[in-house]
């Protein structure tokens, strides 16, 4: 197999929600403390499955968050309350903004690499909000070819459809394209179509330096 396109996950793949929260409070307003703080991020961050706090009522709307950005802030503020936070909105904002994200160490040397050697990128996200300023606030943005975003094309990986759309929009076959993400759950629904995956650990940024450059490299690049 001759790989001759790559497809990129966002979030835990190239990169992490680092948001400042030292303005998170509290339902009684005091400040959260680190345990607290780290609990609300795992759930506002899990690729798969409904996060704690999620009210009984809104259940069956939460595998449409990625399609309705209206429904997705809903969604998570309730989330954010029901675990405890007294301001969600503080959050939730500070979340849609270029800074709360980190790129990890080696994202825009892996995406440069393979813009060096002329392969097609694109990157696919189930998200409800525009993540292009992300990249263009790291440099990163000129090594992509594509965004393929969920609440753009009225689909959600693991869905095919989302994969097809990306290897049509980058001019690769699915079965000479590379999808690299943290959810095999998601992601691994490029496999589907006939693309190789292959699955990074979203761990902090400072804990996984060269996971993506050890990726292309296994895959000959």
Excluded at 86 to 108: H, I, Q, S
Aim: glycine letters at 10%; hydrophobic letters at 45%.
């Amino acid at each position: 197999m001759s790989i001759s396109g790559v497809l990129f996950d966002f979030s835990g793949t190239l990169f992490r929600l680092e948001p400042d929260l030292t303005g998170l409070v509290s339902l009684a307003g005091e400040p959260m403390g680190g345990e607290a703080q780290a609990e609300v991020m795992r759930r506002l961050t899990a690729p798969v499955g409904e996060p704690g706090g999620l009210p009984e009522r809104m259940r069956g709307d939460w595998d449409r968050r990625d399609l309705d950005p209206v429904l997705h802030r809903q969604l998570y503020t309730e989330v954010l309350r029901g675990s405890g936070v007294g301001n969600p909105e503080y959050l939730y904002d500070g979340m849609l903004t270029a800074a709360a994200w980190l790129p990890y160490p080696d994202t825009v040397d892996a995406l440069k690499s393979l813009a060096d050697k002329e392969i097609p990128v694109a990157v696919i996200s189930n998200i409800a909000w525009d993540i292009r300023p992300v990249f263009h606030h790291t440099g990163a943005a000129e090594f992509v070819d594509e965004f393929v975003l969920s609440y753009v094309e009225g689909a959600i990986k693991p869905d095919p459809r989302l994969f097809s759309v990306a290897c049509e929009r980058i001019g690769v076959a699915p079965k000479d394209v590379l999808m690299i993400g943290d959810s095999k759950e998601a992601d691994g629904g490029a496999a589907r179509i006939g693309c190789a995956v292959a699955i990074v650990d979203p761990l902090p940024v400072d804990q996984r330096p060269t996971g993506l450059l050890e990726v292309l490299a296994d895959n000959g690049f």
